[in-house]
């Protein structure tokens, strides 16, 4: 009999499996496949110029802070003030460097939307009286997916 | 202990958890570093958690800017008021600032280069990191963080998102200076009267020298908190999956189909 299944990166996979372990399955019955993740593989060595994912936030920063920064000079002269044209300059800036990447970026888009993906497979080799107090610890334990799996 | 003994054979390891903090080489993009040199010498370098340098190179920016009235210069020079600039420059001082300045930019673009070779050796090499590090004082950790919300505590008071990836360093440094230029600036009496509408009392109130310090340290500290927390996470994520490999694959593990 066999439990397959699937986990995001957290301390409460390692939980989940410490826990099993205490039930009395053996480190040897479990098998965890770390998936190696497609976006940042690829990306890793692409350039040396290249940032990762962060690279949405870079833009809208610095045009925010540009912008920022020229409200509180012009808004010595305009009649708002300086503290105002500095909070409506960041706020431009952000949205307009924001509104650019989303634009020109639209792949990178697509792909934050798959952030909840597998990112572990956990296979566990137990007996059929062990196999809902495993399942009940999964499911505690933030599982993504757990499933039986018996052949024959 | 937290580091690879001087004994063993990894050369480069991509991260150190200490006391005052997670330390990480990662992949960052030069230009992005050097514009934060740009908006303030020192700033760049600490994004690379080159604390010392960045230290000095920010200090030396805060003082002889004070000194040489560049902030007043680059007022009244955006706002044509050319006359008034140049007597606002203070010759004693003005002809220190541009080669500091420029060494800054040029400095932290060519240590992100080396840092991203350094990172890329460093991943290729693939040696552990210890995750945890506790002592008689701090406990620091690998741990998932949510990257907006480390932003937004350090919107509402820059250092707070730091303390909250636990980055002690940058957090004393953006609270310290923050608290410092807020005071100086005013800026608190001018949000207020901004807020009630008297704009013109705003003005009055401001010191326009500290006042233009602010925008691009409290938009970096939002920038730094959230940048790292992507990175801390990133770099749970990997040392997870190393541990999960080394550990539960075992050899003879029974598959469910017929070798």
Redesign the interface.
């Known amino acids: 009999m ?1 439990i397959v299944s699937t986990f995001e ?3 409460y ?2 939980l989940a ?1 410490t826990a099993i372990q205490m039930k009395g399955i053996a ?8 998936m190696d993740k497609r976006s ?1 593989d690829k990306k ?2 692409d350039t ?8 949405l ?2 833009l809208p ?2 045009l ?2 540009v912008l ?3 409200g ?6 305009l ?6 044209w ?1 909070l409506i300059g ?1 706020f431009i800036g952000f949205g307009i460097g924001f509104i650019i990447k989303l634009i020109t970026t639209k792949k990178y888009n697509n792909r934050q939307k798959k952030l909840k993906a597998t ?2 497979v ?2 566990i ?1 137990c007996n059929d009286n062990q196999l809902d107090m495993i399942k009940d610890i999964l499911w505690e334990h933030n599982a993504l997916g757990v499933s039986k ?1 018996s ?1 024959g | 202990m937290d580091r690879p003994a001087p004994s063993s054979t990894v050369r480069r390891y991509m991260a150190y958890l200490s006391t005052l903090g997670t330390t990480q080489l990662h992949l960052r993009n030069p230009f992005v570093i050097a514009w934060w040199s740009m908006a303030y010498p020192g700033l760049g370098h600490l994004l690379l958690s080159k604390y010392l340098r960045g230290f000095l190179l920010f200090n030396w920016e805060v003082f002889l800017n004070y000194k040489a009235h560049i902030n007043l210069g680059i007022l009244y020079s955006f706002t044509g008021r050319f006359e008034m600039a140049k007597n606002a420059l203070d010759i004693t001082w003005v002809m220190l600032y541009a080669p500091t300045y420029l060494f800054a930019v040029w400095d932290s673009y060519r240590t992100t280069v080396d840092l991203n070779l350094q990172y890329i050796l460093a991943s290729r090499e693939d040696a552990e990191v210890k995750m945890f590090n506790i002592n008689s004082i701090e406990i620091n950790y690998l741990d998932k963080r949510t990257p907006w919300i480390a932003l937004a505590w350090s919107a509402l008071m820059p250092g707070l998102g730091q303390i909250y990836i636990h980055r002690i360093p940058s957090a004393f440094f953006s609270m310290g200076w923050f608290i410092v230029m807020a005071y100086l600036s005013k800026l608190l009496p001018a949000l207020h009267y901004t807020l009630l509408g008297h704009f013109e009392l705003a003005k009055s109130v401001v010191d326009a020298h500290w006042l233009l310090n602010i925008p691009c340290i409290y938009v970096w500290c939002m920038y730094e908190a959230y940048v790292n927390t992507v990175e801390n996470n990133k770099l749970f994520d990997w040392e997870q999956s190393k541990f999960l490999k080394k550990n539960y694959q075992y050899k003879y593990f029974k598959m469910p189909f017929v070798r």
């Open positions: 066999y990166h957290s301390n996979l390692e499996i480190k040897e019955n479990i098998l965890c496949v770390p940042e890793l060595f040396l110029h290249s940032a990762d994912g962060l690279s936030l870079d920063i610095i925010a802070t920022c920064l020229l509180g000079i012009y808004g010595f002269i009649k708002w003030g300086p503290v105002l500095g960041f990112e572990v956990m296979i080799d799996l052949l």
